[in-house]
């Protein structure tokens, strides 16, 4: 399914090197503005072909509003962007139908689809299609700011080279202001050389390395979400998991956590005046699924992006036999860097769902 939510529905269409990309946004409430400069930020801290940590395929990502804005105000009506692909290189994968690149959904594609899905840039699989939830999230993210609530991320972690985590008591404005307009987002912008040579030296070796993202919402209010399946957790996971190289998410003090005993990780309350707060944060803000109105806290593992230039083994399908492959084409040495405004984005769209459905929007 390529269609998400319930009070606020998103459905993302196209293929990566198709004549381009979109999503519908649907259950928005009407009036609120959108401020197209600040839209295009977002857009831009995930186009590609700006920094050699990324993709050399250059998209300026501009997005066409073709319904559900009116003088930049949503209307109520299902608001609908496309994107068009304007420097695709379709030429580059026409040996990917049956020799699938390892670690990619070439093979599984092939079978669930019987040989009609479109491979040129991995199609629908693609993490082009991240484009297009930016969008919605950037749309979600503003609507969210209007109502106290930020969401910033920042890479936490290159290979083994690691960035400061979040203080999961208190994250300054400011903080969450420059992690959310920044392409290299760090909070120890110490670490950036060593995190980009690592990745340089990726590149140039034909390989490539994956990491980890941390991201916050503050000023969540309490006594958002619900029980058992309708969690913030589950919410949440259920669209960061639609973003392409995801392959795990912790909240709070996550594995680690798994590690202490109850009394060290338990969160203890104090009052703050007439609110309630937690001295400690370990659950990330986030108690038998609801929100404890401490900062909602997660990370998530991003595995090294699967088109190296390497030489790789993999299988002829037509033919039946063992081969090898040499990929070509155009592709991040790290997928983390561009990632974080996309986990950004999947936070604003999942929380404003979950907000809605409690008619705390």
Same mark, same amino acid.
């Given at each position: 399914?390529?269609?998400?939510?319930? &009070?606020?529905?998103?459905?993302?269409?196209?293929?990566?090197?198709?004549?381009?990309?979109?999503?519908?946004?649907?259950?928005?409430?009407?009036?609120?503005?959108?401020?197209?400069?600040?839209?295009?930020?977002?857009?831009? !801290?995930? &186009?590609?072909?700006?920094?050699? /940590?990324?993709?050399?395929?250059?998209?300026?990502?501009?997005?066409?509003?073709?319904?559900?804005?009116?003088?930049?105000?949503?209307?109520?009506?299902?608001?609908?962007?496309?994107?068009?692909?304007?420097?695709?290189?379709?030429?580059?994968?026409?040996?990917?139908?049956?020799?699938?690149?390892?670690?990619? /959904?070439?093979?599984?594609?092939?079978?669930?689809?019987?040989?009609?899905?479109?491979? !040129?840039?991995?199609? @629908?699989?693609?993490? =082009?299609?991240?484009?297009?939830?930016?969008?919605? #999230?950037?749309?979600? !993210?503003?609507?969210?700011? !209007?109502?106290?609530?930020?969401?910033?991320?920042?890479?936490?972690?290159?290979?083994?080279?690691?960035?400061?985590?979040?203080?999961?008591?208190?994250?300054?404005?400011?903080?969450?202001?420059?992690?959310?307009?920044?392409?290299?987002?760090?909070?120890?912008?110490?670490?950036?050389?060593?995190?980009?040579?690592?990745?340089?030296?990726? =590149?140039?070796?034909?390989?490539?390395?994956?990491?980890?993202?941390?991201?916050?919402?503050?000023?969540?209010?309490?006594?958002?979400?619900?029980?058992?399946?309708?969690?913030?957790?589950?919410?949440?996971?259920?669209?960061?998991?639609?973003?392409?190289?995801?392959?795990?998410?912790?909240?709070?003090?996550?594995?680690?956590?798994?590690?202490?005993?109850?009394?060290?990780?338990?969160?203890?309350?104090?009052?703050?005046?007439?609110?309630?707060?937690?001295?400690?944060?370990?659950?990330?803000?986030?108690?038998?699924?609801?929100?404890?109105?401490?900062?909602? +806290?997660?990370?998530?593992?991003?595995?090294?992006?699967?088109? +190296?230039?390497?030489?790789?083994?993999?299988?002829?399908?037509?033919?039946?036999?063992?081969?090898?492959?040499?990929?070509? #084409? =155009? @592709?991040?040495?790290?997928?983390?860097?561009? &990632?974080?405004?996309?986990?950004? /984005?999947?936070?604003?769209?999942?929380?404003?769902?979950?907000?809605?459905?409690?008619?705390?929007?």
């Amino acid at each position: 399914m390529s269609s998400w939510g319930n &009070a606020v529905k998103i459905s993302i269409f196209g293929e990566s090197h198709g004549k381009g990309i979109g999503v519908v946004i649907d259950g928005l409430p009407a009036g609120e503005k959108i401020d197209m400069e600040e839209l295009l930020l977002q857009m831009a !801290r995930r &186009a590609p072909g700006k920094d050699k /940590a990324a993709t050399p395929r250059l998209e300026k990502d501009i997005p066409e509003i073709m319904s559900g804005v009116l003088n930049d105000t949503t209307t109520g009506a299902p608001l609908c962007a496309v994107i068009y692909n304007t420097n695709t290189r379709s030429q580059d994968y026409g040996n990917l139908l049956t020799t699938p690149r390892p670690a990619h /959904a070439d093979f599984t594609g092939y079978i669930r689809y019987k040989g009609f899905n479109d491979i !040129r840039g991995g199609g @629908h699989f693609s993490a =082009r299609l991240t484009a297009p939830l930016v969008f919605a #999230g950037a749309v979600c !993210r503003q609507i969210l700011s !209007r109502r106290g609530i930020k969401i910033a991320a920042h890479i936490a972690s290159v290979g083994t080279i690691k960035d400061s985590r979040f203080d999961g008591v208190n994250i300054p404005d400011e903080l969450m202001d420059r992690l959310a307009g920044t392409t290299f987002g760090l909070i120890d912008q110490s670490r950036e050389a060593e995190m980009r040579e690592l990745i340089e030296e990726c =590149r140039m070796s034909g390989d490539s390395i994956g990491g980890t993202i941390e991201c916050a919402v503050t000023g969540m209010p309490a006594g958002a979400g619900s029980p058992m399946f309708g969690g913030i957790e589950n919410v949440i996971s259920s669209v960061v998991f639609g973003v392409p190289a995801v392959k795990g998410i912790e909240f709070g003090s996550g594995f680690s956590g798994s590690e202490l005993r109850g009394s060290q990780n338990n969160d203890e309350f104090y009052y703050d005046g007439d609110t309630v707060k937690t001295r400690t944060n370990n659950h990330g803000g986030i108690l038998g699924g609801i929100s404890s109105g401490m900062p909602v +806290i997660f990370r998530t593992a991003m595995k090294p992006t699967p088109s +190296i230039s390497r030489t790789q083994n993999t299988v002829d399908i037509s033919e039946k036999t063992d081969t090898t492959l040499q990929i070509k #084409g =155009r @592709h991040d040495p790290c997928i983390v860097v561009r &990632a974080v405004p996309v986990i950004e /984005a999947a936070a604003a769209v999942a929380i404003v769902n979950i907000l809605a459905e409690v008619n705390m929007l």
